[in-house]
Structure formats: structure tokens, C-alpha cells
């Protein structure tokens, strides 16, 4: 049974005071009643195990060096439930960590509202009369973190994003390229075409001729497409050789 502490390199909780390795122990079994009130366990009076709802011989103490009691705790949760809890472990045990190097029992309550972890989030000390504020905790459910919090957590996959979507940006403009390439070369070959077709059109008559049959393409083409307009040229061809 861990004892409340008295000297300094202490944690303090809503509850009390607590040595560093108890508070850890102490604010996991109230990070589980807080965050799913009602579930399987409740906490032990002592405040520093966890016993079961339907069978109060049956307890556990939530510390996160014991592999065991912590899946065994797990398991009357799911997945995301056990993520949320642990992180609300870790995040009071940082906080005990960083209060603690600078902890004084003798602290005077009336002038300096004393550093906390509330079970919740984590207090330094401020002034009475002042406003504090900290960030809402990542594992509450529907918890949304500061932007400030969102942007430094999630840093890495935001840039992650932006990589894909710079590369799925440049994917798209090759292949535009590409296509307009294609259909550049599809125009060059058929107007080659279309011009060699006109050429020898042109020598298998009279000079003359070629005249109507210049003229001829400039009308047609601007209202027939490639095979009406090869169709129409030999009609009119034929009319000229007779």
C-alpha cells in the first residue's frame, strides 16, 4: 500500500499528494472511472486499485510496469477505449513528472493556486484571480485538439498529404502533355496526308484544274470532316475529267 507523501518530489492530484510512483498508479485508476463512468471497474477507497463492479474481491492496480494488470484491464474495453485510457495515464504521469522537479509542500494555498493534475488535464500553477487555460485532452471522446496541438501532432501526416497531392498534381499535367502530344502528332500525319493526297490530285490534271481543286478543298473543309471531304474531292475530281 503506497503511502501519501509528505516530502518534496511529490505529485499532487485533486485527491492529495502522492510519491511519483503512486500518483502514476492513482491517476490511471481515476482516468478510468472519469473517462467510462459505469464500466466494469470502480476505484478501490484507497484510491490506488481498481475493483470490479460485480465482485468486489476482485481488484487490480493499473500500473503501466505490470503488462498483466494493464491487459487485463484492457480487455473490459475496446481497442480505441484502451488507447484513451492509456493515454490518459501517460498524460498525468508527464505531468507528475514535470510538477514534481519543482514541488513544495509548503506552498502558500492562500496566494498560488498549486500545481495539478485534476484528472483530466494537467495545471501548472497560476495566480488566483488569473484565468488559466489548457488544452482540451486528445482522449475525452469527441475531443478536438488547439489547432496549435492539431498542426504539431499531426505535422507529419499533414506533410505527407501534401507530397501526394503535389504528385498526383504532377501526374495529371504529364498526362495532359502526353495527350496533347498525341493528338498533335494524329493532326500533323493527317494533314501530311491530306496534302500529298491534293498534290498527286493535282498533277494527274491540268494546271488549271488544280486552281478548282484548291479552291474546292478551302469550301469543303469547313463543312465535311476527314471522309466526307476525301468522298467529295474525288466526286468533283471525276466531274473535272470528264
Known sequence: MFKVAETAGMCRSKFGVYSEEAFNIHACVWCYHFIFPGHAY??????LHLVMKTNHTQTVQPDTRDKS?????????????CDRWLRCCQDAS????????????????NHTCPPTWDGFGCWDA???????????PSFLEHAVP???EFLYNNKIIIIIIIITIIIILII??????????????IIIINNASESLFVIVGCLSNEISDCFHVLSFIDNTIKNYNNNNFIYAYRQQNQIYNK
Open 42 to 47: 470502480v476505484p478501490y477507497p484507497s484510491g
Open 69 to 81: 494488470s494493464m491487459s487485463s484491464i484492457c480487455s473490459t474495453l475496446n481497442e480505441d477505449e
Open 94 to 109: 508527464n505531468c507528475c513528472a514535470r510538477h514534481s522537479s519543482f514541488f513544495d509542500a509548503n506552498i502558500d494555498v
Open 172 to 185: 495529371i499535367i504529364i498526362i495532359i502533355i502526353i495527350i496533347i502530344i498525341i493528338i498533335i502528332i
Open 126 to 136: 497560476g495566480t488566483p484571480g488569473q484565468t488559466s487555460e489548457i488544452a482540451c
Open 146 to 148: 488547439t489547432s496549435k
